[in-house]
């Protein structure tokens, strides 16, 4: 496999100037000029990834998806730009803050140049890594007790590292499960704040340290 990296596509995440740079060149295909029908992927890549550092060189966030279709619609119109957006298949984002990542991975989602946020779908997953209590500068682990938010569709912005969703939502963790509609997070501050309707179902967990 060449470790060539190309240019596939410009992702519109607030700024101009950000470029997305895909690993597996060789699996990149772009069809001629002479338009392809528009449910037609104008390009596609597969096994994408990319990472997004800071103006302070810090890394931001990660990204990978299994496979990428771009679309590019041209209009009738020729004072109208081409309508463009990307088609993600398993896209998971890595959001780094501190000593704690946050995930958030879906099966479906869409990027579009217009547009500051990345829309995801079907079966969204937000949890969140912690360090080893023991050795907190070692390197990160799932905890086992980790909570997870879940819900059918989110809008992400990694660059500012923010997401919202009007969807219903649950929250499973150790001591139960909290439902609610609609739900904002704010990774940076590690806040999320539910919107509406919000229940919970508190349990006790088990003792792990109890053996008779």
Sequence with gaps: MRNNRVY???IALGIASIVMMWDSSENVITPPKSAPAPQIPYAFAED??????G???VLEYSFTAD???HFRKESDDAAIPPEEYTLVNSPHFVVYQEH??????????????????????NQVRIWQEVPDS???DEPLATHPDNSELS????????VEKVAHTEEPVKITTPYGKITA?????????RKIQLESRVQAIHRIPEDRSFNP
Excluded: C
Excluded at 48 to 53: G, I, R, V
Excluded at 113 to 119: K, T, V, Y
Excluded at 181 to 189: I, N, P
């Design 55 to 57: 103006d302070a060189g």
């Design 8 to 10: 596939i596509l410009l």
């Design 134 to 136: 023991d050795n907190p």
């Design 181 to 189: 509609v609609g739900m904002s997070a704010d990774f940076k501050s």
């Design 100 to 121: 704690t990542p946050w995930h958030i991975e879906s099966q479906e989602g869409k990027l579009t140049r217009a547009d500051e946020q990345i829309l995801l779908w």
């Design 48 to 53: 994408a990834s990319t990472e997004y550092f």
């Design 67 to 69: 496979r990428l279709e």
């Design 151 to 158: 819900t059918e569709k989110l809008f992400i912005n990694p």
